[in-house]
């Protein structure tokens, strides 16, 4: 049992705020403008970023994403005229962050997607096409989808424009999961023999067709609000070394990985390997946070609540103990990181839910408001939301904490809700 904590009470006390759940906004509603490119797991929705943007800045203000994930921040600051800097360990996040922040002259890459359609219908089954040799991509891939894919993937990296090239590498690393025998409504990397793979021709062209139409939509909206130019920059970097001066950050929107977050490496596989960005899955997994062989050695909980954890996870499994106990120590140093590049009166608002590993409950939560209190911020407010949807397995094994399929006995429903911990310097 966790101690009650005066924390842990307080959280007791919140009561889940109804306006904070966007209930009423559909998958369209949620996925205007760029926002619907790619699919991504856990992605905050953008009305959250977006009032948290109104309420506490003002045009031409700095907001910063340490946790940059899709790019949801950017693309909301932008539409609001805000300046803004996301960061993301993982490349296959940045790419898609950098074609959904980055508006495009509509007549321009409608040009280019038709040089890249006149290609594909004059592509040669019979053609020799240079495929990639990897072990993993043939675990995925049959032999003639994969010369298809490849030679896709070789005609759009002859484009020399780098924002309409990774508009169209980030079409095509959506339609991966679909072109392979990956199990298309699972998140777990599950093969499906029997499923049928789709012409990846037709799911890339259609797939260019909705991003052609949101980049339409999203040059538009920002050419009417004159905020074309509004800087938006991301970078592939750490959270605990964000590229900004210190005390220039007005507002940190971001919702940082769980403590499985290793599982992104899993998720984002196919990208990963198509584009090079690692040979190597369990290498791949190390750069996350909270990983067990990242190499940390000096583990800084800055939380009872935390303590209170590790020792409770100690008793049943001490693998995991140590790997939530790294997870709790770096994020206390990124939270570090975010103190020192705000301004004073600029505020971090961070989006997270609670969960559970071998039976015990993580409050991530309630570790975060106490080390973000620790640190010397301020905690302005609380909110506790409903999440009426999540692209996100909402299951795991209670034993495991492990993504669980739909037929796991042993499986439970998790983040039914999530906290917005809003923090202020002083």
Not at 75 to 89: A, L
Request: proline share 4%; net charge positive.
């Amino acid at each position: 049992m966790l101690k009650q904590s005066s924390t842990i009470k307080l959280f007791k006390k919140i009561k889940i705020d109804s306006s904070w759940a966007f209930a009423d906004k559909t998958r369209k509603d949620t996925a205007y403008i760029t926002h619907g490119y790619h699919r991504y797991p856990a992605k905050f929705i953008p009305q959250i970023v977006s009032r948290l943007i109104e309420r506490y800045t003002k045009k031409g203000d700095l907001v910063v994403d340490p946790f940059g994930g899709c790019g949801t921040t950017l693309v909301e600051s932008k539409v609001n005229g805000r300046q803004s800097i996301g960061v993301d360990i993982n490349p296959v996040a940045v790419l898609i962050a950098k074609a959904k922040k980055t508006p495009i002259k509509p007549l321009k890459l409608e040009k280019y997607y038709l040089k890249l359609k006149n290609k594909i219908d004059s592509f040669n089954r019979n053609a020799k096409v240079r495929v990639p040799e990897h072990i993993r991509i043939d675990y995925w891939f049959g032999p003639e989808k994969k010369k298809e894919l490849a030679f896709l993937f070789s005609e759009i990296s002859r484009i020399k424009d780098q924002d309409v090239r990774d508009f169209f590498y980030c079409g095509f690393s959506n339609i991966l999961k679909n072109c392979s025998i990956w199990l298309q409504k699972s998140n777990k990397p599950t093969r499906d023999f029997d499923k049928k793979i789709p012409e990846p021709f037709m799911v890339f062209l259609r797939q260019i067709k909705m991003m052609l139409r949101g980049n339409l939509n999203f040059y538009n909206l920002l050419q009417e609000r004159k905020f074309l130019e509004k800087t938006c920059d991301v970078y592939c970097a750490d959270a605990r070394e964000i590229p900004v001066k210190t005390n220039s950050v007005n507002l940190i929107v971001t919702s940082p990985p769980y403590v499985t977050s290793y599982e992104y490496a899993d998720l984002h596989q196919l990208t990963a390997l198509w584009f090079k960005y690692t040979k190597d899955l369990s290498d791949f997994r190390k750069r996350f946070i909270g990983t067990y062989h990242n190499g940390v050695k000096d583990i800084v909980l800055n939380s009872e609540i935390a303590e209170d954890i590790r020792r409770s996870l100690e008793k049943k499994d001490k693998k995991t103990a140590k790997e939530v106990s790294i997870y709790f120590s770096e994020m206390n140093h990124c939270f570090k990181e975010m103190k020192r590049t705000l301004k004073k009166g600029g505020r971090s608002c961070i989006v997270i839910g609670n969960t559970s590993l071998k039976g015990i409950n993580i409050l991530n939560a309630e570790v975060f408001t106490e080390q973000l209190q620790n640190l010397g911020l301020r905690i302005d407010d609380i909110i506790k939301r409903k999440i009426p949807s999540k692209n996100l397995p909402s299951t795991r094994n209670k034993k495991t904490g492990r993504f669980a399929k739909a037929t796991d006995k042993n499986k439970i429903n998790i983040y039914p809700t999530e906290y917005i911990l809003i923090t202020k310097k002083v």
